[in-house]
């Protein structure tokens, strides 16, 4: 006689592809439901790995194109018809509700967001105004159109969390150390709860908007979190990213939770208010899941650097990273972060075919 529990009590997987975004693997395994096969999809998956899109952007700048619905959609929809993936993420970038309100940046291609005057005193809360969605009818109008061409395919939808987008802010671009966000959130924590208290309503209010236009999963992208110790991040940043989580939680729509160098952070940011958790490939899955518990599902965590590496390493490495899914609660397969700019994208597309290959059911 084995102890093990009567296979009745495991629900089975479908065996029907999905007819409905609800019913398609990567939201059954956001929901820890069993999966057809692994759902896989890449952070930055369009962009300048596809000739397509490079195309397609050459004569049109990045925040430009983020509100224009033909354009976000066709970018959205590439490397969806490229590679096979399980799910669109929406085209647009972080800043693009901090645009929207009226702050002066700009993305730079090869640096990223800069901001023109960037955030250093109270007077400048009043430069940051409430999200409202007459100020983006476009990205409505993009997720609509979107959802229309995907049919059963999922569409993301995402926002930048307050600790991110702070940093952009305080910052003026790009920042290795985070120096002056730091000296902000210490130096003045009162300022620095009002100003992430803001960026956790735009944020919220810019999930919200993608997911009641259609989104049928939202990521909230906390890139740089792994900056922080976990002292500071529960006391100076999870209560504002948990605000912004609880946007959507009425919604049936579930969240990834992400950030970069953030081993140390799981738990909290798990308890910031999510269904799945994103890690990147500084920890395995199998750690992951061991400091998460049973209760949340995973996303990751192929190094995106890898794929620069001879095809039976990526194959490898792949094949491991599904094993250590098929044990978790429930496993969404991506990169430990975003596409590199010079990757191959046919190696992508033989990740998604291995994926696929080696997790049906
Ligand atoms: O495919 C997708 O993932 C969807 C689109 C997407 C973009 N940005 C498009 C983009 C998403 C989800 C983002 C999120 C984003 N933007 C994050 C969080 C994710 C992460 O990478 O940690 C951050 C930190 C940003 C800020 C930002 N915008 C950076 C750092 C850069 C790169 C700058 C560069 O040129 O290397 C951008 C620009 C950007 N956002 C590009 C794309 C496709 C490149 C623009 C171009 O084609 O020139």
Redesign the pocket.
């Known amino acids: 006689m084995t102890s093990a529990a009567p296979e009745t009590a495991v629900p089975a997987a479908p065996t029907t592809p999905a007819s409905t975004s609800r019913d398609s693997d990567l939201v059954r395994a956001a929901l820890r439901l069993p999966v057809r096969r692994t759902p896989v999809w890449?952070?930055?998956?369009?962009?300048?790995s596809l000739p397509e899109?490079?195309a397609l952007?050459a004569d049109v700048p990045?925040l430009e194109s983020?509100r224009r619905p033909e354009l976000v959609t066709e970018i959205?929809l590439q490397?969806v018809r490229r590679h096979g993936v399980d799910a669109a993420?929406?085209?647009?970038?972080?800043?693009v509700p901090l645009a929207a309100i009226g702050v002066d940046l700009d993305?730079?291609?090869?640096?990223?967001?800069v901001v023109a005057d960037p955030f250093r005193a109270r007077a400048d809360l009043d430069r940051l105004p409430e999200l409202t969605p007459d100020l983006v009818p476009d990205i409505t109008q993009s997720v609509q159109l979107l959802v229309a061409e995907l049919g059963a395919t999922p569409l993301i939808g995402?926002a930048?969390a307050p600790f991110?987008l702070a940093s952009?802010l305080v910052e003026g671009g790009?920042s290795r150390n985070h120096e002056r966000t730091k000296a902000l959130m210490h130096g003045d924590p009162q300022l620095w709860h009002d100003l992430c208290a803001r960026l956790a309503g735009i944020a919220g209010t810019f999930l919200r908007i993608q997911a009641l236009a259609g989104a049928s999963v939202v990521?909230l992208?906390d890139?740089?979190a792994g900056a922080l110790s976990v002292a500071d991040y529960e006391r100076h940043v999870q209560p504002h990213s948990a605000v912004a989580l609880a946007a959507v939680a009425d919604l049936d729509v579930p969240r990834i939770h992400?950030g970069?160098g953030t081993g140390e952070l799981l738990p909290s940011m798990a308890a910031a208010g999510t269904e799945v958790v994103g890690v990147d490939f500084r920890v395995s899955l199998t750690d992951a899941v061991a400091r998460l518990g049973p209760s949340y599902a995973v996303q990751g965590n192929l190094d995106p650097a890898l794929l620069f590496a001879p095809w039976d390493v990526v194959e490898r490495r792949t094949r491991d990273i599904v094993e250590e899914g098929r044990r978790a609660p429930g496993h969404v397969f991506n990169l430990g972060?975003?596409?590199l700019?010079g990757t191959d994208p046919g190696v992508l597309t033989r990740v998604v075919e291995l994926v696929h290959e080696v997790s049906t059911r």
């Open positions: 890449f952070m930055r998956q369009a962009g300048r899109y490079r952007r990045m983020c959205t490397p993420i929406f085209f647009s970038d972080i800043v993305i730079v291609p090869g640096t990223g967001p995402f930048g991110t952009y790009p990521q992208f890139s740089w992400f970069v972060h975003g596409v700019p």
